[in-house]
């Protein structure tokens, strides 16, 4: 089911791209749940991304990071 809105691309792609630096940069303070999160992210495409999972992997992130999105 599509949403009525979507989320803009450019969200979509940042959620991507966290998703990314977390794997690359944070895999090993992360712990497993956040490990198979990042994961499924890393490999859908960035459109294939909703709003519930653009608000997990920005909370994810920040959490491990230590930064704001």
Do not use: K, N
């Amino acid at each position: 089911m599509r949403p009525i809105v979507a989320p803009p691309w450019q969200v979509q792609h940042r959620a991507w791209e966290c998703a990314f630096v977390l794997r690359e940069e944070f895999w090993d303070e992360l712990p497993i749940e956040h490990r198979v999160y990042v994961e499924v992210v890393c490999r859908t495409h960035p459109e294939g991304l909703g709003w519930l999972d653009l608000a997990r992997m920005f909370i994810v992130y920040r959490e491990h990071a230590h930064v704001r999105v």
